[in-house]
């Protein structure tokens, strides 16, 4: 079973953050993302950005397939010749920052922009922590006040009648060991990684390499997770993404599902129906261990609508372990 209470602190290897500023940033990245950043709010530097002061998104490929996802925040940096310019932090997956990184810097073209891969630069932790602790207030204040460091407030999760809050925590590498001792004395070092459980019970898919080009966006929810703005304009993929919404063709959804299994299941897994063992019905987005059972692991799935409608469903193949389905915990817009 789950701790009386949960305040931890957990390292997240998997996870990066892309830099974009410069004069132009807020118009680059409008003509790039399916979501709108010009409506972001500003935020100070050590300031913690509550959600939803920040913002879903994604970057396709022409074919409108998802080629990553990632949280943005927006703030203002003072430029040498003492002019506040735009700057944004986008938190995504370490296996394709480098990727998107360069494939933003392709468009960049003439406008007054720089796209930073910040691999080398940062680490980044997940604070999670019970709705309405005592730390709720203090824990995120105190880890923002470290220099250049970046925490940003994500939804908060519902489990087990219980809510979480979670806070993504991007540090300088040269401050890691400050973090560490104020991690300490709040007594937050992580027992076990529960953030990646409440990532795959938040039902919200972080694209990864394996699962990068597979998903247009409503396939992976996005436009119900409010990560699609239909009204900004055009962004690579555009017409695919919009012909999706309005001609009701998509008939793949993320969903929530459990099995029983002795190792945790890779990314890009496919999934299998019974009545149908030669085709995948969809694949695993990602994946955590249950910290309530030991031999359970929980999974964001993309799959067929048809597939749930009788049958049983697989892991890997006609022959793996059967998937058991949750109901996601927002409702989907239809399409």
Same mark, same amino acid.
């Given at each position: 079973?789950?701790?009386?209470? /949960?305040?931890?602190?957990?390292?997240?290897?998997?996870?990066? *953050? @892309?830099?974009?500023?410069?004069?132009?940033?807020?118009?680059?990245?409008?003509?790039?993302?399916?979501?709108?950043?010009?409506?972001?709010?500003?935020?100070?530097?050590? =300031?913690?950005?509550?959600?939803?002061?920040?913002?879903?998104?994604?970057?396709?490929?022409?074919?409108?397939?998802?080629?990553?996802?990632?949280?943005?925040?927006?703030? =203002?940096?003072?430029?040498?010749?003492?002019?506040?310019?735009?700057?944004?932090? #986008?938190?995504?997956?370490?296996?394709?920052?480098?990727?998107?990184?360069?494939?933003?810097?392709?468009?960049?073209?003439?406008?007054?922009?720089?796209?930073?891969?910040?691999?080398?630069?940062?680490?980044?932790?997940?604070?999670?922590?019970?709705?309405?602790?005592?730390?709720?207030?203090? #824990?995120?204040?105190?880890?923002?006040?470290?220099?250049?460091?970046?925490?940003?407030?994500?939804?908060?999760?519902?489990?087990?009648?219980?809510?979480? &809050?979670?806070?993504?925590?991007?540090?300088?590498?040269?401050?890691?060991? &400050?973090?560490?001792?104020?991690?300490?004395?709040?007594? $937050?070092?992580?027992?076990?990684?529960?953030? !990646?459980?409440?990532?795959?019970?938040?039902?919200?898919?972080?694209?990864? #390499?394996?699962?990068?080009?597979?998903?247009?966006?409503?396939?992976?929810? *996005?436009?119900?997770?409010?990560?699609?703005?239909?009204?900004?304009?055009?962004?690579?993929?555009? =017409?695919?993404?919009?012909?999706?919404?309005?001609?009701?063709?998509?008939?793949?959804?993320?969903?929530?599902?459990?099995?029983?299994?002795?190792?945790?299941?890779?990314?890009?897994? =496919?999934?299998?129906?019974?009545?149908?063992?030669? &085709?995948?019905?969809? *694949?695993?987005?990602?994946?955590?261990? !249950?910290?309530?059972?030991?031999? &359970?692991?929980? $999974?964001?799935?993309?799959?067929?609508?048809?597939? #749930?409608?009788?049958?049983?469903?697989? $892991?890997?193949? /006609?022959?793996?372990?059967?998937?058991?389905?949750?109901?996601?915990?927002?409702?989907? @817009?239809?399409?």
């Amino acid at each position: 079973m789950l701790p009386t209470t /949960i305040k931890q602190l957990d390292q997240l290897p998997q996870w990066s *953050m @892309i830099t974009v500023t410069g004069p132009d940033a807020a118009e680059f990245l409008q003509n790039q993302l399916t979501n709108s950043v010009k409506s972001l709010k500003v935020h100070a530097l050590n =300031e913690v950005v509550l959600e939803p002061g920040n913002r879903f998104a994604g970057y396709c490929s022409a074919k409108g397939r998802l080629m990553g996802s990632f949280w943005i925040h927006r703030t =203002e940096v003072l430029t040498e010749g003492s002019e506040l310019t735009p700057q944004f932090q #986008l938190f995504i997956s370490k296996d394709i920052a480098g990727l998107i990184a360069k494939r933003l810097s392709m468009f960049v073209l003439r406008s007054k922009v720089k796209v930073l891969d910040q691999l080398d630069q940062v680490l980044i932790y997940g604070l999670s922590q019970d709705h309405g602790s005592s730390a709720t207030n203090t #824990l995120p204040n105190e880890i923002s006040q470290i220099t250049n460091s970046r925490v940003v407030e994500l939804p908060s999760v519902q489990v087990e009648l219980r809510s979480f &809050q979670r806070f993504i925590v991007a540090i300088p590498l040269d401050q890691e060991t &400050q973090l560490q001792a104020l991690a300490k004395e709040h007594q $937050l070092l992580a027992t076990s990684n529960i953030w !990646n459980w409440l990532e795959v019970m938040s039902a919200i898919p972080r694209v990864t #390499l394996k699962t990068s080009e597979q998903f247009v966006p409503q396939m992976i929810n *996005m436009e119900s997770l409010k990560g699609i703005d239909f009204q900004k304009g055009c962004y690579p993929g555009q =017409e695919v993404v919009a012909r999706s919404q309005y001609r009701g063709t998509i008939k793949r959804r993320l969903q929530i599902a459990s099995i029983l299994n002795q190792t945790l299941p890779e990314r890009g897994t =496919e999934i299998f129906h019974d009545a149908d063992p030669e &085709q995948p019905c969809g *694949m695993v987005v990602l994946a955590a261990h !249950n910290p309530m059972n030991t031999e &359970q692991f929980d $999974l964001q799935v993309e799959c067929k609508l048809e597939a #749930l409608s009788s049958g049983t469903i697989h $892991l890997g193949s /006609i022959s793996g372990p059967t998937l058991s389905f949750k109901p996601l915990p927002y409702p989907l @817009i239809e399409i």
